[in-house]
């Protein structure tokens, strides 16, 4: 008998508690402020007649029962559309046209279902509900000879309310198709941003690391030999660690801009420190700083890779303008046996330039003869 007596305790605070939490949510979408608790001051004319007169016992059941039936299911209307919105339309058409012999206030109840049109999400079905509206209440009230004081009110009333219903739901749509647009739009702007980041942070670190790497061995190899070159060496993995830290700061607040003309001298550096030798040949040439960066970079990622995956002894490098297009090139012997050469495959630094060059208008184009040659075309008019 206890168990029984727990379940329905258990049973009765679960209803309960559903009661609370239906109570608690918002009666109306957010959207919609509180504009639909005032439209209900219309009622006022539904109330006007009992100003002067005193209902019956009858007629004051049916204005609680009518008052009943409408709240629910006005507020409900607000959260649904389609076959939904015809039921809810239906029901307040009916309450209005019930009323009509009885108060002339019923008209309210017509113009509340023709504002219900508005509800379908489709403009033509919008204007077709309404019309369906006010057809219905004017062919009854003829049918059923309705006094003119309860159709004509609920008929012309009807019109501005419900367009400006249907006008003001399809703004609201509109906007918040545009909030969602545009929440889409910082999504992915802050995904590219990351990407870029995450590029940039890649070609300075991965370059970076590597010449640290190459002189820490270098000065390795120097430290029972030569100490003033190994000091030399150690000097510069200092001054180029400083650097980098400098230039990763910079990346991550988006304001980088190292100039090719650093990175060229940066590029002869550790191509002379890994025994590369570098031939250049560099036209005067004014660039923009957008594809001035996207050359540096360029140039940067090459030669990281050329001191960390090839044997090249020389590296021949150009940059020209021909024809308003920048001309960038640089090639490495490093695959000086042709029946071993093999495929290259793109990492996060070839990928990254290749992203950076079509952002632009250009073209790049990765090919294999005695070395690894990159040849990068960018269209000088891209950058205004």
Known sequence: MSQINQADQASTLNFSEKLRSLWAKPWIPSRYGKAPFFWMLSFVIFGWKYLYETPGTFELAMIVLSICLFLPIYLYSFWISGWRAVFCIVVILSLGLGWANYNFGGSSFVIFAATMCSRFQQKRDAYLGLFLVLATAALVSYVMKFPTYFWIPAVIFSIP?????????????????????????EHLAALAERERIARDLHDLLGHTLSVITLKAELAKKLFDKDSAACKKEIIDIERTARQALAEVRSAVLGYRDTGLAHELRGAKNTLDSAQVQLESEVDVVQLPAAIENIIALALREAVTNIIRHSNASACHLSLKLIEQDIHFHISDNGFRDAQKTPEIEKGNGLTGMSERVRAMGGKMLISIKHGVAIDIQIPLHSAQ
């Open 161 to 185: 309310s419900a367009m400006g219903a249907i006008i003001g739901e399809r703004l609201g749509r509109a906007n918040e198709k545009l909030f969602r647009k545009q929440e889409e739009i």
